[in-house]
């Protein structure tokens, strides 16, 4: 079972798009994963629920808490999994990184509110912060289920086909290939012609060629690191000897 726990100001918010679907049906019929949610302000000790301060040395908005944020974790069982805090100035969010989290038994995500959180507890308790882009958004509820639904849809079982996640972006380095289906002619676009051609050599090359172009043109770091990658494959290839005589 793959357990994930949400601390929140706003359990309304969730599950939201991990309800529905097939990451809804593996959640509520199936069993393959688990949420549950923890209101962040029932553990705050002033009678109006507040979990926030001004920040130390001065300027404008309020800090989460970090005597709040605290109670709140440790009511919840850990049991080994990472601590994530979605805040715009974390680390960003990989596909690497969420398939280390898919293999194993669960996440724990810390939604920050307001200028952020107070950093004692994210260092007292060890959480890692997880940005999803360079924007910055109202609270890490939206942020939490764009991480969660990446792990989630990683589980076996949830997705139904495991070859469909094969060529997906950045499953190495590189972006998807474009996707059409019918009809054949919308508004005057043809479907390229080698997709219903049935040569499936053919599509696999237009297709690797389509990825290709997408990395170079829309994500040059991506591309930088998927030529690197592919020149490290090969210089630790080993060199088989020509067994062919003249």
């Known amino acids: 079972m793959f357990d994930v726990t949400v601390l ?10 991990l309800g529905v679907s097939l990451i809804g049906t593996a959640w509520r019929e199936r069993g393959l994963w688990r949420l549950e949610t923890v209101d962040i302000r ?27 944020i605290a109670s709140a974790l440790d009511s919840v069982e850990v049991g080994g999994r990472p601590l994530l805090c979605m805040s715009a100035r974390g680390r960003p969010l990989t596909q690497a990184r969420v398939r ?30 997880v940005s999803v882009g360079d924007a910055v958004i109202a609270g890490g509820e939206a942020a939490a289920l764009v991480a969660i639904e ?11 086909e495991a070859a469909s996640l094969s060529e997906e972006s950045f499953e190495d380095d590189l972006l998807e290939h474009p996707q059409y ?3 054949r002619s919308f508004e005057g676009r043809e479907i390229p012609e ?39 494959k090969g210089a ?11």
């Not at 630790?236 to 003249?246: A, L, N």
Request: hydrophobic fraction near 35%; charge should be negative.
């Open 236 to 246: 630790s290839s080993p060199v088989g000897d020509d067994d062919e005589s003249d």
């Open 181 to 183: 289906t019918r009809p």
């Open 150 to 160: 990446a792990a989630v849809r990683l589980l076996p079982g949830v997705l139904g």
């Open 100 to 129: 280390q989290w898919a293999s194993g038994s669960g996440l724990i995500v810390l939604c920050g509110r307001f200028e952020g959180v107070d950093q004692r507890v994210l260092d007292a308790r060890g959480f890692e912060e």
């Open 194 to 232: 080698v997709l219903v051609s049935g040569h499936h050599a053919e599509v696999a090359r237009w297709r690797q060629a389509q990825r290709e172009l997408a990395t170079r043109e829309r994500r040059p770091d991506l591309w930088a690191a998927h030529l690197a990658n592919q020149q490290a």
């Open 8 to 17: 929140t100001m706003f359990p309304e918010a969730f599950p939201g798009p």
């Open 42 to 68: 029932g553990f705050s000790k002033d009678k109006r629920g507040f979990l926030d301060d001004t920040p130390a040395g001065g300027g404008p908005g309020q800090v989460m808490r970090a005597d709040v």
